[in-house]
């Protein structure tokens, strides 16, 4: 496609180049989030916070549910949701049990998809300590949650601060649990965040551009660091 093309002039090997398929709104549309929600066993009112797939140890899932650990402090009703059962999420696992607060994360399987996993949840995290898939990040920003996401030069390629997202140093889970807390503590800010986010995710992909914007993302991804790394998505 053009906008592999436009990678491979950059430099990018044309084998590390992934594309990324636009989210579709019926996707999003024709799920009810009180059937997720009854799946999972988490009451309408709880606060429901989904962690951006894929579930990996440098996308973030331990510091993701670290973070939540503590806010369930304060918000005992709080929850995470990850999308898949796999390593690393035994790993949360086994962290929520030493802590003995196994209820703190919940863990969707069994065919779901990334749009049963954000109709019913009122923020998403998406916190790699480096480059990482975009993938879910496009998903969550189309669905218009309110993002919570490292502060890292990878990451403000899309989103800015105080914009369209929380963004928050990685390198101890306080940071992002302070910036859950202020989400569920100001929802109308909140809702402003997920708007936005919605909004940079449809000029991004405008449909009027369509190829264009999808290079205008690999662009912001190709500028700062060179041809020398790879993306995936």
Known sequence: TAAADHLVTAGWPRGNIVQVAPVTGDALECVAPEDVRRRLDVPDDAPLLALVPPVRRDTGGFLAVWATLLLAQI???ARLVVLGAGRESARMRRLTVACR???VLRIMDGGCTVADLLAATDAALFLPDGRAPVAGLLWAMAAGRP???????????????????LLCATHAPKPVTAALLKLLEDPDDARALGRAACESYRRITNECEGVAGYEGIHERLVTPVGAAASVTA
């Open 75 to 77: 918000r005992p009703d």
């Open 101 to 103: 607060h196994p209820q």
């Open 147 to 165: 993002i919570v996401a490292a502060d890292t030069p990878f990451v403000r390629q899309m989103l800015r601060h105080q914009h369209d997202a």
